[in-house]
């Protein structure tokens, strides 16, 4: 099993940049890709940014590349969401991710098995 706790959500302003992280304990954290997800009020859970286990293949929904990164440091087991130019519309809680298997990094959220409980991030304009 995995646990996952995020922090480092706030409100900003638009054009500001945010880091989130996300902490694992449990199985070993350099043994499996993990993702970032984020849910706005009343909207489906959506792929955000995703990382291989080895950091080796990222991939990021459309809405964010460009402006944001994913990246890990397997050896103090952590996740990191580096967010800038932000803007009203990446409103919403941000959600990581571990999936236990190794292929690359995915966008369905089905295909995770283990969730953080989330951090809220609000943009203003």
């Known amino acids: 099993q995995v646990q996952l706790v995020e922090s480092g959500g706030r409100l900003v302003q638009a054009g500001d940049s945010l880091t989130l992280s996300c902490v694992a304990s449990?199985?070993?954290?350099?043994?499996?890709?993990m993702g970032w997800f984020r849910q706005a009020p009343g909207k489906e859970r959506e792929f955000v940014a995703g990382?291989?286990?080895?950091?080796?293949?990222?991939r990021y929904a459309d809405s964010v590349k460009g402006r944001f990164t994913i990246s890990r440091a397997n050896s103090w087991n952590t996740l990191y969401l580096q967010m800038n130019r932000l803007e009203p519309g990446d409103t919403a809680v941000y959600h990581c991710?571990?999936?236990?298997?190794?292929?690359?990094?995915?966008?369905?959220?089905?295909?995770?098995?283990?969730w953080g409980p989330g951090t809220q991030v609000t943009v203003s304009s």
């Open positions: 991710a571990a999936d236990f298997s190794l292929a690359a990094p995915k966008s369905t959220p089905g295909q995770y098995q283990y």
């Open positions: 990382i291989s286990y080895d950091a080796e293949v990222t």
């Open positions: 449990g199985r070993t954290f350099s043994s499996y890709a």
